[in-house]
């Protein structure tokens, strides 16, 4: 009776829909398993097949879902993948366990109410940097964490002290070793390069790096956004003195 009065006002075709039990057109709720395997059109869910009493006590806010499938209970240990859900919010528990079958592509912005665990696979950001605004930026708990550095192509290095030939960096923007050959017998300056210059002049900070870069007393005297200088004080400290630095922005 139910079902004839429905196609009779025009809201159900005689073909589209199998009932069991009653169905509240004008609300969401239903007794039985109200839509068992029409589809449903024009509506919350477009163009999905719903089975086994689908939507139960979930309700889709404006066309949630659109291509996938949906079994046993809103989105319940169901894949979805290929941009299932899209472009509209899901409300009151539509996807209660479902797992994502592929990789998310986001164009846009992400924003996490609570915490963001990685918990393999590690995260990688290629391009726009990474931002803490605020709190403590905690690298390790339980296990150690080691920061690294590295790039393909290193800073370099030019010498202007009487006795070096040259000078060379191994390392990083941010790390390094600066090495020097020969021997020098006065003061000078070693000039380093960075590959990539900052966008404002950074902290450099040597230590020396063998007996001779110690005895060369020397020390930072400049830096700017693209390079820093060594300048000496001791006129004879020995063969190739050479430095460690790092460098923060």
Known sequence: MVKKYLQKVGLVAASTVSMSGFMLVAGVARVGAAVNTGDIVNGAVTSA??????????????????????????????????????????????????????????????????????????????????????????????????????????????????????????GSDTKGTITTTGTPSATGTVTVTFNTAYASAPVVVITPANASGNAALAYVSSATTGTFVITTTAATPGATPSWNFHAIQ
């Not at 949630?64 to 899901?90: E, F, L, M």
């Not at 709190?135 to 393909?152: K, Y």
Request: hydrophobic share 40%.
């Open 49 to 170: 097949k719903i089975a086994s009493g689908a939507v139960g006590t979930a309700h889709l806010m404006g066309n949630a879902v659109r291509t996938g499938g949906i079994v046993n209970g809103g989105v319940t240990s169901d894949d979805i993948s290929n941009g299932t859900i899209q472009t509209h919010d899901i409300a009151d528990d539509a996807v209660t366990s479902a797992k994502l079958a592929t990789n998310i592509s986001v164009s846009g912005t992400v924003t996490s109410g609570g915490a963001l665990t990685v918990t393999s696979g590690g995260a990688t950001v290629t391009a726009g940097g990474f931002t803490v605004n605020g709190g403590l930026a905690r690298f390790g708990t339980t296990t150690p964490v080691h920061l690294a550095s590295s790039q393909t192509t290193a800073p370099t290095a030019a010498v202007s002290v009487t006795g070096l030939s040259a000078a060379a960096v191994a």
